[in-house]
């Protein structure tokens, strides 16, 4: 039997309460997918400096750094709120992560079931549809990370501040790799966004994900859009794009539109892919809920586990290559939303139903 390993760190807030339930989904689906499991809890965030001094303890590095992927909840609250920035749990935390692991590549679906419309703030002949879109996102450069960057005072007196937008060739071009990848285990299209009427670097993405994705696989559907259009296009008519690609900045401003689009962050997954292969060939990843610790709902048992839920489908396909397995536990937490069942998140005032028994109803439509 296929043994998949990883480390899962629930941090603080609801992040151990939907976490739990999200290992048992993964233990259910393996039993009927042919894998085990083998993952240890450890520390991370606000429990991390309680327990351990630091919001990433060396313990927890190493137990992940000996593993193929980590399934991470969500840091930080309001106990952890007053120390200095460096040290605040998500800051603490999920940098060094995203830097020991050189986690370059961000995966946002964006995903809206018809039956949750109503949430969305778009139009309801617009949500009526559902939304189903994943935006890649380039995560390590562009305009957050160019030299230089800094300010000074100039000799009339006025301040003047600079960043940089660097993209080189390779960045580029190992980021389109991950979504032609995407794109294959979807409906074939990428639309790549840019600015490239103004931005030396959108030209040279927009010639490097060409050539890129002609090499790697000419079958995908490649379309080019300025972002200022893809913002317009994403509420006009989302279900236009299937894998949406992009730098780090604009791609930080659109996988947040999507996010809205979709209504609830109880039920936003996210991916974050590292380079190189993991022992089972395919890239290490961190994957995470796209919300964060819930502190006005933690403790009670009323938090959405669908989202760690989806997380965990999301590792399963990209860091262990099981597709069918991902497929089932996205296709259950389908019937179950499709069910009527709801978390007071989701439900609009609607009865709603508590953790444990969303992922109990989750569990049994694993098939
Ligand atoms: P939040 O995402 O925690 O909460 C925003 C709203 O969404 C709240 O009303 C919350 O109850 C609701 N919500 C979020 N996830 C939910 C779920 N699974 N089920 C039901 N409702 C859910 O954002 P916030 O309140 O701005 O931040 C709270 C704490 O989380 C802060 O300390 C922040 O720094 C941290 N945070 C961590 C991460 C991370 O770990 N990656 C991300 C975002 C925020």
């Known amino acids: 039997m296929k043994i998949i390993r990883f480390t899962n760190l629930p941090g603080d807030g609801i992040g151990p309460e939907v976490m739990s339930v999200a290992l048992e989904v993964l233990e259910k689906t393996g039993e009927v997918y042919g894998f085990a499991c083998e993952t240890t809890a450890h520390d991370v965030g606000g429990i991390g400096i309680d327990n351990h001094g630091k919001a990433l303890p060396q313990s927890t590095l190493d137990a992940c750094k000996s593993v193929d992927a980590i399934l991470f909840g969500s840091v930080g609250g309001p106990k952890w709120e007053n120390l200095p920035p460096k040290e605040q ?3 603490a935390a999920l940098l060094p992560l995203r830097k020991a692991f050189e986690l370059f590549a961000n995966l946002r679906p964006g995903n809206l079931f018809p039956e949750l419309a109503d949430l969305s703030p778009l139009r309801s002949d617009v949500a009526s549809a559902g939304i189903d879109v994943l935006c890649v996102r380039e995560l390590t450069g562009g305009i957050y990370f160019g030299q230089p960057k800094n300010t000074r005072t100039l000799e009339d007196g006025q301040k003047e501040a600079v960043d940089t937008m660097v993209y080189r060739t390779g960045e580029i071009q190992r980021i389109t790799e991950v979504a032609v990848k995407a794109a294959a285990l979807r409906d074939k299209k ?3 966004v840019d600015k490239a009427n103004v931005l ?4 040279l993405w927009r010639q490097t994900v060409s050539e890129c994705v002609q090499k790697l696989d000419p079958s995908i559907e490649l379309s080019h859009m300025y972002v200022d259009n893809a913002a317009m296009q994403l509420v006009r008519n989302p279900n236009q794009f299937d894998v949406l690609l992009t730098e780090n900045m604009f791609g930080d401003i659109l996988s947040d539109e999507l996010a809205v689009i979709c209504g609830s962050l109880g039920m936003l997954a996210s991916a974050s892919l590292g380079t190189g292969t993991n022992s089972n060939n395919f890239p290490f990843g961190l994957y995470e809920p796209a919300g964060g610790t819930a502190p006005d709902i933690a403790g009670k048992g009323v ?5 760690q839920v989806l997380s965990a489908a999301l590792m399963l396909r990209y860091s262990f290559g ?11 937490v389908k019937e179950t939303i499709r069910s009527g069942l709801r978390t007071g998140d989701i439900a609009q005032g609607a009865p709603a139903v508590g953790t444990t028994e969303m992922g109990s109803a989750i569990l049994s439509r694993i098939a």
């Open 89 to 91: 749990p998500e800051r």
């Open 322 to 332: 099981l597709e069918e397995a991902a497929l089932a536990i996205e296709n259950a």
């Open 190 to 192: 990428i639309c790549s």
């Open 200 to 203: 030396e670097t959108s030209i």
């Open 303 to 307: 938090a959405n586990p669908c989202a």
